[in-house]
DNA sequence: CGCCACATTGAAGGCAGTCAAAGGTGGTGG
DNA sequence: CCACCACCTTTGACTGCCTTCAATGTGGCG
């Protein structure tokens, strides 16, 4: 079984648990399970009890919203390292989103009762989760503001120079970087449609501001860009 | 001076601190300052140094960002009893949004490192704290929810039906209810501008589900409303 | 090669925002 | 008590961004 070998190292990496000693990381050990998902599969569903929270180890979780009509808000996106749902344990019932695997992805599932009584011994681990949950919120106040006070086109702007930030490569002729997901979930993440997605970027092509080759961007002017993402009309 | 007479009570009320005895809740009382506001006066604005967090004593205090146009989202209003801006104080250096009195407020400052100490001596504390902020990242989820997935006259029904629920009367001929603001901010908090909620009240006032007499509004047929909250066209 | 998911493009229509003006309301001071 | 003023609300006409619907293009994979 690769679990026993793997879960303590993911548990050790997790900046939750930094600085306890060996028998206490044990300890943090022994209360979690190892989940691992395909692609597509269901990580949990908006109303489903929530009982614990998530440590992503591998792969990439997507949270979202369906509207009624089947419409896709991607409300997150989680990467390896990241804990995801804490709030719906401390908070409610039921997980107000769903979560979804984008690949195939192996978690690590705390308890809400493994973990409640963890807290007591080291209250440090809550201080972090505080930090961690305040991340959260500031990021879902962000996305309210753009879907609420600016158009699709400075959205789009906004996401490009935030990609630019993480992972933009300097190349000749402008700054390179690839799309970390498909166009329709990079449209659903952005509040629009593919439709929509394809016709600004189309607008910035024209506009010389941007090249597309397929999920790789090269930015030809990124001082532009930044004049969009803040909503100055395009 | 009715600092000194007023200052320990709200403390004492505060859910953060319920349960500490005498002499601790003094402690926390000497960590923080009242502050007074008039109507419209500024708590803060967004982008100012975040360096403690606030609880709302007396009157209201909206939350909310500006467009660069000047158009405003309403983030959330705050009511006596709650605290804000805790999560800001935890994540970054700044304010991600501005805080205004909505009227005349009374509100506790606690600087961020009195209350970190606090925190060291009480972690209690620090679990309701986390709830807290948890109900907040709830609510923006359902912000973006609506925002991104709904239209207007589902917000609107959706708001309504919240209202019915803390505070509708029921009356003979239909449940009654007061808004808790101005219709212009109404339209702020549903991602709209006044306008359009008026065409959208008179539109359910012309279907018969509402009868609409300044902030005092009657609901008709609870059922329809409902239909419409969830996405039914309408 | 054919399938399937993703992506692009065009045409048409709708929801909601903008602009403008009139009507209503509450508070203040004479 | 009334007149006045500021602010909020309503209504109409118009505009436009975005979605919807539909068709075609493209790339990966069995």
């Known amino acids: 079984m690769q679990d026993f070998v793997e879960k303590p190292q993911f548990v050790r990496n997790c900046y939750l648990f930094t600085g306890l000693n060996e028998q206490e990381l044990q300890g943090v050990d022994r209360i979690t399970s190892l989940r691992t998902f395909q692609k597509h599969d269901s990580v949990f569903q908006e109303g489903e009890k929530a009982d614990g929270f998530f440590l992503l180890c591998q792969g990439r979780v997507k949270i979202y919203k369906l509207s009624i009509e089947g419409k896709e808000q991607l409300l997150h996106i989680v990467y390896p390292g990241e804990t995801f749902a804490e709030a719906a344990m401390f908070e409610g019932s039921s997980y107000p989103a769903s979560a979804q695997a984008m690949e195939d992805a192996r978690l690590l599932f705390f308890s809400k009762n493994g973990f409640l009584t963890l807290l007591k011994r080291h209250p440090v681990i809550m201080l972090r989760m505080l930090g961690n949950i305040s991340k959260y919120l500031h ?52 509040g629009t449609i593919s439709e929509t997605l394809s016709r600004t970027l189309k607008g910035l092509r024209d506009r010389a501001i941007i090249e597309v080759d397929g999920k790789r961007i090269r930015i030809l002017d990124k001082n532009a860009l930044e004049k969009i993402a803040v909503g100055r009309k395009f």
Chains 1, 2 share one sequence.
């Open 139 to 190: 990021h879902f106040i962000r996305l309210v503001e753009d879907l609420s006070l600016k158009e699709v086109s400075s959205r789009v702007a906004e996401y490009l120079l935030d990609v630019i930030d993480r992972e933009g490569v300097l190349m000749e002729g402008g700054i390179e970087l690839e799309l970390e997901m498909t166009k329709s979930d990079l449209a659903a993440r952005l």
